[in-house]
């Protein structure tokens, strides 16, 4: 089972301010996905990243996958309440026959 | 936009009953999901399909869980019988059969079993 840690594993903040959440594995993946997810509602694929160092960008949310392929970061600048969610990565090992494996998750809050 | 569709959104059960949950993935999509998910925690596969066949039910607690996808198309989750430890968002997705594994989600379906 290929498994992806996730932190900071709950995170607060203020309007404006800038975070970054981490996504860690010992595994290679062939590609990997992250995902906001809402009270109540499934989760909503934001990006795909498939090669080692890729950086890829969502109006203000930036996304990196690390060169070996098995961590990746999200980082956020000047967040808004509307970013508020449970944040997710999954990993499709290479492979796998298209399996997923989800990371534990980052619940963001982020106040007014 | 095509989208995954779930049915119900909301189910109570008592223990000791049956429950089904039902899942019609987004045209075209070979590869369909079923999740568990605890609140604030991350998807856990219960069973992965391509077409009809199963690719991965190995953590499908198979004395009381069975799923199908008959046709292909179409998939039914069911639990039987329900225990209070089942209480929990299932969610169900659907992916294409080329690229990348991207999983399109529904809006799963909240179980509460008393």
């Known amino acids: 089972t290929q498994l992806l840690e996730q932190s900071p594993q709950f995170l607060s903040i203020q309007e404006g301010e800038n975070l970054t959440v981490y996504c860690n594995s010992s595994?290679?993946?062939?590609?990997l996905q992250w995902y906001r997810q809402e009270p109540g509602e499934g989760p909503v694929l934001l990006v795909t990243?498939?090669?080692?160092?890729e950086v890829k960008k969502l109006k203000r949310l930036t996304f990196q996958f690390g060169d070996a392929r098995k961590d990746s970061s999200l980082h956020i600048t000047a967040a808004q309440p509307g970013d508020t969610g449970l944040y997710l990565c999954?990993?499709?090992?290479?492979?796998?026959?298209?399996?997923?494996?989800f990371g534990s998750g980052t619940q963001l809050t982020v106040l007014p | 936009e095509a989208e995954v569709a779930q049915s119900p959104r909301y189910k109570i059960t008592e223990k000791s009953q049956a429950v089904a949950f039902w899942c019609d993935p987004i045209?075209?999509?070979?590869?369909l999901y079923w999740y568990r998910q605890i609140l604030g925690q991350g998807p856990e596969l219960l069973v992965q399909?391509?077409?009809?066949?199963?690719?991965?039910d190995s953590q499908l607690p198979k004395d009381r869980f069975s799923a199908e996808r008959l046709k292909g198309v179409d998939s039914t989750l069911k639990i039987q019988p329900a225990e209070l430890g089942d209480s929990a968002m299932y969610l169900c997705?659907?992916?294409?059969?080329?690229?990348?594994?991207?999983?399109?989600f529904g809006q799963g379906t909240r179980l509460t079993v008393v």
């Open positions: 595994s290679v993946f062939s590609s």
């Open positions: 990243v498939v090669t080692g160092g």
């Open positions: 997705a659907s992916s294409r059969s080329t690229g990348p594994a991207e999983a399109f």
């Open positions: 999954a990993g499709e090992p290479p492979g796998s026959a298209r399996q997923l494996t």
């Open positions: 399909f391509q077409d009809e066949s199963v690719v991965d």
């Open positions: 045209s075209g999509h070979a590869t």
